[in-house]
């Protein structure tokens, strides 16, 4: 079966850097479009970065310039490198694996929590 397993996780002071990892297991990773979306206490889920199989990026404009996610076909893991913390992006982030390069894929990962405090 499908499994997504999340890493990286944890508090981090404002200002901080974090790298998020998901392994991925089940499919055939090189073929699928990876993302990270996050969820924050009462708020929707929202896509933060996406990459294609082919390597194209998309992020949310609110952390363009600090987030960058990047993949490794051979260990099929996909990363999200986080800098320039804020607090506004504590949430849980979970790791998504589709087919479409427009909507969230259907795997989902368990989610790993980031907070980010003083």
């Known amino acids: 079966q499908v499994q997504l397993v999340e890493s990286g996780g944890g508090l981090v002071q404002p200002g901080g850097s974090l790298r998020l990892s998901c392994a991925a297991s089940?499919?055939?990773?090189?073929?699928?479009?990876m993302g990270w979306y996050r969820q924050a206490p009462g708020e929707r889920r929202e896509m933060v970065a996406a990459i294609t199989s082919n390597g194209v990026t998309n992020y949310v404009d609110s952390v363009k310039g600090r987030f960058t996610i990047a993949r490794d076909n051979a260990k099929n893991t996909v990363y999200l490198q986080m800098n320039s913390l804020k607090p506004e992006d504590t949430a849980v982030y979970y790791c998504?694996?589709?087919?479409?390069?427009?909507?969230?894929?259907?795997?989902w990962g368990q989610g790993t929590q980031v907070t980010v405090s003083s």
């Open positions: 089940g499919i055939i990773f090189r073929l699928y479009v």
């Open positions: 998504n694996a589709g087919l479409g390069a427009t909507t969230a894929g259907p795997y």
